[in-house]
């Protein structure tokens, strides 16, 4: 009698169909990477990872019990919904469960194997030979482009030859057999000798390449063609030997000759230089410009990162210390090494070293430049590299003021009036410093900003005409006549003004000289001056010429703006404030750029005039000077451009492939090769179809045509050369095009 143990059955059939509809979408994804690459390796790695990805996807783990029970339940009518009582145990029942258990029992013991767990097999099938049917697809399109660029993997990564001329069918081709090249790198880069057969070769500047062929047959002359230079092969024990220094990218090629005196030509291959970078050196926890003052630590504390490509050899600090102004300056420059030794050899470092200031000699009011400097392993001449340059100060506690004998002895001029660049220094400073001081020292900082924006708007406003503070604020309320003061009583005389320092005031500072009006106004009003529409008033500012009209404008507003940034710092929002310094930041330099006058200084000086035949007439000696002189235009390209214009007379046929032409197409390969080593993916091809023209099998009506649509696509264009050209106007003509003009 069946029980719980076929219900198992059934759950593991389940699962075991899920493993298998995972297998078969992991087996067609590696199927596919396989054909794509031929790799072995390649397609185990995509089988494991896919076969993981699918399974966890899937998940046939989480077919339970239950899910095999209710499965039954709704695909067997004879489970009657009570399959489930076959994996409780009979103890368990009551008597009718056990008669239900026992029905159960006997009627899905010969339906329930036949019952097919759910799965998709078959669409797991189809997937999987759609995704190898696809990678051959995509190997059958590489192998379509790599025949197309004359990369095949048949010839991809060896040297062949062909002969220049058609040979008689029984003249014997010698054939390279054996082909070996070492590339030495230089000793600094720590890299072991790499060999390969590949033509197409990359290394380091330096590096030494060894050829070595070996030919089946009688051969002679066999030479390498670089760039137009050649260089023999030297025969040892059989077999050819080239050395060449890797000094600069390039292309090249083989050729030689047999025993009966048939040239032999190979294909184009590429000679890639790789530079040795210089270190890279970045100072880390430093910024730019430090200040100290005299009784504080004067350390700066810094990390610095150097890495290279091949190794490091030696890294140091050069410190310059500037001492006076002016004239008297001077400086000294010293060389500071880090305290831990520097291992030579090691790509990356992270170097500490303090900087005492004391410890070099430095002084109130000194400035010290420095910057860390690194040096590579390259050899002769190793790359030299060095990070940016930091600064540090120690304020001078040292300063001469200006000061009046007499009285209070105050200089209430101020020393400089702050620029609206500085002004926007010193507020993201100040935004920046918020969190770490106090909001006492907050709000007085962020007025004082105010009250230097204030000072440099009416230092702009004097240009104008302004000699006070014409206009209120944007929005302020002016005192109405007769209204008092604030501070004084009933509109009085405010006793403690000549004791007080207003910085609010109309004419703070005593900027400009006060004039007594109180006799000028009598409560009369002034007549009109009927004149006052005609006249050209300086004292107005509105009429004053100081500048024309667009740049008063301008000032003009940039003075607005000006307005808005200092009420946002005495309401102590600087970040409010910042964009409206931006603002007339930007229109102060462009009124600045606006009034610039450049003058072309000419230098010519006028012959002197003999008094005696001034204004006599005489002008029989005088002659006019005429100066001609010829220029030798040199077209571009004049080799490629006779390469086109000889392979026109190819494809017509006009004359056969002779030996001058040969020389000619390696001309115009020269010409192009300079171009080709910036360049190499767009000049390439046409190097390789000149190259191929020295192959007789090639001497083909469609590969001329070939080449020559080649050479036209990268020829560059002719600059025209200035010359008067013929035109023809009548009245037709000139009605034509303006009927042509009306309907554009």
Known sequence: MMGAGDIKQFQRRWQQSIYVEAILYAVGFAGGIYVLTHNVIFGIIALVVSGAITIFILRPWQVSQEKAVAYIDAHLPQAGYS????????????????????????????VLPKLTPPHRLFRGALVMFGLIVLGLAGSFVLTKLGSRSGESPSNKEQITFAPKDSLPTTTKVPELTGTKISIQYPAYTGKATQYTTNPNIKAVQGSRVVWNLEFEGDVRNVQMDLMGSTFDFTKTEGKYRLSQNLEASGFYSFTFKDNSGNDYVSDLYSLEMVTDEPPMVQIEGLDNYSYFEFDEDKSLRFNTNISDDFGITDAYIIATVSKGSGESVKFREEKVRFDSAIPKGRKSLRLQQPLDLDALQMDPGDELYFYVEALDQKTPSPNVARSETYFAVIRDTITDEFAVEGGLGVDLMPDYF????????????????????????????????????????????????DE???????????????????????GGEDVLDEYSHKHDSDNEHNLVEEHDHGNEDQGQEEEEDPLHDYLHNHSDPE??????????????????????????????????????????????????????IYVHRIGFDPPPI????????DIENIENFDKQEAYTYQISFASTRAAISRLEELIQGETPFSDSDSALFMDAGNELAQKAISEPLKYLDVLQGLRDLEKAVNRTTDNYIMVQKNLLSVLPEVADNPKQKAKYQDEINLLYLKELGLYE
């Open 83 to 110: 399959s489930g009582l076959l994996l409780s145990p009979t103890h368990e029942l009551s008597n009718l469960s056990k008669l239900q258990q026992y029905r159960i029992a006997q009627q899905l013991q010969p």
């Open 418 to 465: 702050r620029s609206q660049r500085q002004l926007i220094i010193d507020t993201e400073k100040l935004i920046a410093d918020r969190p770490n001081i106090s909001e006492k020292d907050f709000k007085f900082r962020s007025n004082e900003l105010g009250f230097d924006q204030k000072q440099l708007r009416l230092k702009y406003g004097q240009f104008m005409g």
């Open 468 to 490: 006070t503070e014409m206009q209120a604020a944007a929005g302020a309320v002016s005192h109405e006549e007769g209204e008092a003061e604030p501070g004084s009583e009933e």
């Open 543 to 596: 009429e004053s010429t100081l500048f024309e009209k667009s740049l008063k404008a301008k000032l003009r507003d940039a003075l607005n703006i000006m307005w808005d940034a200092e009420l946002y710092l005495r309401l102590y929002e600087p970040k409010k404030s910042l964009p409206y310094q931006y603002e007339a930041l930007e229109i102060i330099q462009e009124i600045k750029n606006s009034a610039r």
């Open 610 to 617: 003999k008094e005696e035949n001034r204004l006599s007439g």
